[in-house]
Nanobody
């Protein structure tokens, strides 16, 4: 399975972007999908996750109220709607998929099985 992100770009502070991550197989059915980001010179950090069945979500504190993760099971696509963007949101955003189910929300990248190539989001001040 390949995950392909799109939607990154340059936006001014306060603006919005919507990222998409499409799985190459329409029958792909992970237990959970997530977005991570890595800013220049920083470690990769968890942003948000969504359970494929049920659609419950989890966010890191710095994006709560500004970002919304959603999914379309029919097209095996996960989205990240980013509003009120700040310069500190500048990073390469990557989507990830976890196959096996767990009731725990995993924020470590090592818990995810498949990764996209990443898409760059740049927020100018």
């Amino acid at each position: 399975v390949q995950l392909v992100e799109s939607g990154g770009g340059l936006v001014q502070a306060g603006g919005s972007l919507r990222l998409s991550c499409a799985a190459s197989e329409r029958t792909f059915s992970p237990s959970c999908m997530a977005w991570f980001r890595q800013a220049p010179g920083q470690e990769q950090e968890f942003v948000a996750a969504i359970r494929w069945s049920g659609g419950s979500t989890w966010y890191t504190g710095s994006v709560k109220g500004r970002f919304t993760i959603s999914r379309d099971n029919a097209s095996s696509t996960v989205y990240l709607q980013m509003n009120s963007l700040k310069p500190e949101d500048t990073a390469v955003y990557s989507c990830a998929a976890r196959i096996s189910y767990s009731s725990t929300w995993y924020t470590s990248s090592t818990r995810y099985d498949y990764w996209g190539q990443g898409t760059l989001v740049t927020v100018s001040s």
